[in-house]
């Protein structure tokens, strides 16, 4: 197993702390899982570690830093949609599979301290897992994060830099930090062991129902679900435990939708826009890093590219509540994108819908 350039090819150790290659590629992992084997979940294990023999970190270094991620329930909205109710979790929000894995690999390589930017969940759950693991931690959150989740960070002892600007700068303030000071980058969207967290989402769904439904709906800013969704699908199907996939949706909000954009035009590469004011601040990313990566996935898989619409948002909310579901406004925009596409399509069954983030931790 080993790191190498998304661009270049250039090999590097997973030990490394560099935050990507040389010439500014970000790293993707060479890691071929053994194949998946229903008979080889730890049944007794609850969380991640069910599926330790698929996930690429040392089972003692994920067992010390875990705090009973993972899963999450899928129950019935309706007769037609489904929901996994990924803000389940220790800090509220799905980002705690992706942060498990990558704090317990920066744990057995002995980082001490690390930095990190996030509109808010990833943030939390990497301030968490560090704290767990004993890792000093500092975290880049933009302006009009919300504070309840502010505050979550800093209960866990993390310093916060309340970054004036849009997210696309927190995230460039953080990484002329890292570059500057050398200090390790603990990012979910850089570092590719995050992804190998995000991925027992979709290893959850199948060993709870038996299956794959039919339409996934997955949110989409910088990819870390949807990456994770991906990379979990195509080991189920190299398995042979699934025969074909699903049918993949990707939510993107009206107000910030540079893959809807890039897809409508033909464009194999996202060119970079400004994101205008959103509910949806989650997945308001105007600048994704792994863009291309993505995009050939939504290319391979022909994959529907859907924006929420902006004064959707609430009401979809109100609507998830009413049925006892309170969820944040990005989570309630996947939604929206669902209830769009079925008042211009008709109905659609069999579709599962992931609740990431709690409703509590956006209201302001």
């Known amino acids: ?27 993707k992992l060479d890691y071929q899982p053994p194949k998946i084997d229903l008979e080889k979940i730890k049944s007794d294990k609850w ?41 389940f979790m220790p800090t509220l929000s799905f980002k705690d599979r992706g942060a498990a894995v990558l704090i317990a690999h920066a744990k057995s390589i002995g980082v001490k301290s690390l930095v990190q930017d996030s509109s808010g969940n990833a943030g939390n759950s990497v301030a968490a897992y560090s704290a767990k693991a004993g890792i000093e931690s500092e975290i880049f959150v933009p302006e009009g994060t919300s504070p ?31 570059e500057e000071e050398g ?14 967290g995000t991925k027992t989402y979709i290893y959850e769904v199948y060993e709870q129902l038996k299956r794959i439904p039919e339409n996934i709906f997955v949110p989409l800013g910088n990819g870390t679900l949807f990456l994770g969704v991906m990379i979990g699908l195509e080991e189920l199907l190299q398995s042979g435990i699934i025969e074909r996939m699903p049918k993949v949706f990707a939510i993107q909000g009206e107000n910030c939708a540079p893959f809807a954009e890039a897809v409508q035009a033909g464009k194999k590469e996202i060119e970079h826009i400004t994101p205008k004011k959103t509910l949806a601040e989650g997945i308001a990313i105007g600048a994704p890093m792994r863009g291309d990566e993505i995009l050939e996935y939504i290319y391979k898989y022909d994959i529907r590219v859907i ?58």
């Open 47 to 87: 969380g991640l570690l069910r599926y330790r023999e698929w996930i690429p970190v040392d089972s003692k270094a994920l067992g010390k830093v875990s705090l009973g991620e993972g899963m999450t329930p899928a129950i019935h909205l309706d007769e037609d949609v489904m929901l996994k109710m990924d803000y």
């Open 183 to 196: 200090v390790y980058y603990a990012n979910h969207v850089f570092n590719p062991f995050f992804y190998q």
């Open 307 to 364: 924006t929420a619409p902006e004064d959707g948002i609430l009401p979809a909310r109100e609507k998830l509540a009413k049925k006892g579901v309170y969820v944040e406004h990005t989570t309630a925009a996947t939604y929206t994108a669902y209830l769009k596409l079925v008042g211009q399509e008709g109905r659609l069954k069999d579709v599962l819908l992931p609740m990431c983030g709690a409703g509590l931790k956006s209201d302001h």
């Open 1 to 27: 197993m080993k790191f190498y350039c998304s661009k270049c090819n250039r090999e590097e150790s997973v030990d490394t702390r560099k935050a990507k290659c040389e010439c500014g590629g970000l790293w």
């Open 148 to 178: 309840k989740k502010i505050d979550m960070i800093r209960s866990h002892g993390a310093r916060v830099n309340v970054v004036p600007g849009s997210r696309d700068h927190c995230a460039d303030v953080c990484r002329s930090k890292v």
